[in-house]
């Protein structure tokens, strides 16, 4: 379970992970923008180069990068295997038995990998450098308009800052209920289907209980302090945009335009 | 030895910008037979240290022997469930793992998990919740259902009902009131006294530490800095500040009559000696 990479925040210093939460999240979808628009190889290496800079300043290491895409491993060649299946145009590159691979089957497959690759870097670089709690705050400034409509915003940040919050407390949780169960004896890993439905068993039941008792422990602990949901509430934590967020919003916005505008002359 | 720790280190998060040595080059030998205690600050690496004797964690470096068995850092086991059985350990708030719909159920988990027979488990399980002083009347209750003393000793039943020879506890009284601190006390003092069963003590407590405990290892930033008698080191005032530790109030009290002309042995140690040795000497 601490295996995983994706989405994981990365609690040190550094200047990625001192810009504002807002900046990189407009960053992050113009960045996405700009990897899904190009037809060509000569963005995606702008975007691979100014990337590779963004996550050393991050001090992100390449290891962890490699491991963010692990999960992603079984789509690729399920996207390969249906592209060699079905794309017949090109040039015929070589055959297995009667079968015939084309150059846009293998050309095609490489492009969608390396955006996947690219924007699941982008993705790291936003999780791994930015505390869950700012991003949520993020989220809710991108959906204060929303509340033209009386899209609940504050309180879908709320909750959705709650839930973040408690992954890491629940992992831990299960972690240590896990390890008790071992110790009697439960083996989570091998053994027949029953066997396994028992050792699941004994986590999940413990584990639903504990989460009931935490959710009502924070209701009343929240209840204490005066929360009430749909009241207004000023903030201890106020975010202001800087000149180096302004900056980097500009950067990924000048990589959207080149990228637009390579379609029409590269 | 039943335990021995030889040159372990072990590190959390390995390779991470953020990885972090939770144990340092650790070199311990645990005695059969006797309760000893672990203590430290929080984040000492008293945890990750327990969690090795049942190979929950595995050594980064170094290795670990426990009774016939030898963990070797990067070689695989293979007799993890025989360890487990005969290494019980007893978790921080141990009450959350309980999930069967019965007391009696729960604690005849852990020996149906090790191959007893369903018949025999249920008689060990019996056995274990009487030594641990929960009535037959509460056998078929669902254990969500007790107090949190109760559940404590239930899932404290559940890992005796094994018949390890070693008995970790971490942490085995906190958030419990006095009373319940008291009953668990009592317990794992008569596992030792009356079963033999070696006993390790995770905790906080300074004062149970120092009534009950014969050893002590203080860990601290993952190395061990004193391992030997309790008393020594408890009585021993230079130690004390060294390792930033409480004076139990009893050895406050003994140096207080010292100071005012009593003479005490090294005997005593606890209230009763102390109040039996005076009392000798004012006859």
């Known amino acids: 379970m601490n295996n995983l990479v994706f989405g994981k925040y990365i609690p040190i210093d550094s200047p990625m992970h001192r810009l504002d939460p807002r900046a990189k999240l407009i960053g992050l979808f113009l960045m996405i923008a700009a990897v899904f628009v190009p037809k060509s190889w000569w963005v995606f290496l702008v975007i691979a180069i100014l990337l590779t800079i963004a996550l050393a300043s991050a001090k992100i290491g390449i290891r962890m990068i490699v491991q963010s895409f692990k999960p992603m491993l079984m789509m690729m060649l399920f996207l390969l295997i249906i592209n060699s299946l079905t794309v017949k145009t090109g040039e015929p590159l070589f055959a297995i038995g009667t079968f015939t691979i084309y150059h846009d089957a293998i050309f095609n497959t490489l492009f969608v990998i390396v955006r996947l690759l690219l924007m699941i870097s982008i993705t790291t670089l936003l999780t791994a450098t930015t505390n869950p709690l700012d991003l949520t705050l993020g989220i809710e400034w991108l959906l204060k308009p929303l509340e033209v409509i009386h899209f609940p915003s504050h309180e879908v940040a709320m909750m959705v800052s709650i839930a973040l ?24 890993e091998n053994g027949k289907l029953s066997q396994k439905i028992a050792a699941i068993l004994s986590l999940i ?12 422990e924070l209701a009343d602990a929240m209840e204490a302090r005066g929360y009430v949901p749909g009241a207004k ?4 934590h106020v975010l202001k945009f800087k ?9 990924c916005g000048l990589v959207l335009a080149f990228s637009i505008a390579s379609r029409s002359f590269l | 030895m039943p335990i021995s720790f030889k040159s372990l280190s072990y590190i959390y998060n390995k390779g991470m910008p953020y990885a972090h040595k939770a144990l340092d080059d650790i070199n311990l030998d645990i005695k059969e037979g006797v309760i000893t205690a672990i203590i430290g600050e929080t984040g000492s690496g008293k945890s990750t240290l327990v969690e090795h004797l049942n190979a929950l964690l595995l050594p980064d470096e170094g290795s670990l022997e426990i009774l016939d068995y030898n963990i070797v850092a990067g070689q695989k086991q293979k007799f993890l469930k025989p360890l487990r059985k005969d290494v019980g350990l007893v978790f921080q708030f141990s009450e959350y793992q309980l999930f069967e719909e019965t007391v009696l159920k729960d604690v005849a988990f852990g020996p149906l998990n090790f191959g007893v027979f369903p018949d025999e488990a249920l008689k060990m399980a019996a056995e274990a919740l009487k030594l641990v002083n929960i009535d037959e009347s509460y056998f078929d209750v669902s254990p969500l259902e007790l107090s949190g003393g109760q559940k404590r000793r239930v899932a404290i039943a559940g890992i005796i009902a094994c018949d390890p020879k070693i008995i970790v506890l971490d942490e085995p009284t906190a958030g419990l009131d006095p009373h319940g601190s008291k009953e668990i006390i009592d317990l794992f003092i008569s596992l030792n006294k009356r079963l033999h069963k070696t006993i390790i003590i995770v905790s906080h407590d300074n004062e149970m530490v120092y009534n009950y405990c014969d050893e002590t290892v203080v860990l601290s930033h993952g190395k ?6 309790t008393f020594e080191l408890f009585s021993n005032k230079e130690l004390l500040k060294e390792y930033n530790l409480l004076e139990p109030q009893i050895v406050t009290f003994r140096n207080l009559l010292q100071d005012n002309g009593f003479k005490l ?10 109040t039996e040795e005076i009392g000798r000497q004012l006859k």
């Open chain 1, 165 to 188: 919050r408690f992954i890491p407390t629940i992992i831990e949780e299960t972690i240590r209920i896990m390890n008790a169960q071992k110790s009697r004896g439960v083996d989570f």
């Open chain 1, 205 to 216: 039941v413990p584990l639903f209980s504990v989460a009931f008792e935490r959710a009502y």
């Open chain 1, 233 to 236: 509430r000023t903030r201890y």
């Open chain 1, 243 to 251: 000149f180096t967020d302004y900056l980097f919003i500009f950067i």
């Open chain 2, 224 to 229: 061990i800095r004193y391992h030997g008698s």
């Open chain 2, 265 to 274: 042995s090294d005997e005593a140690r606890t209230l009763d000696s102390i």
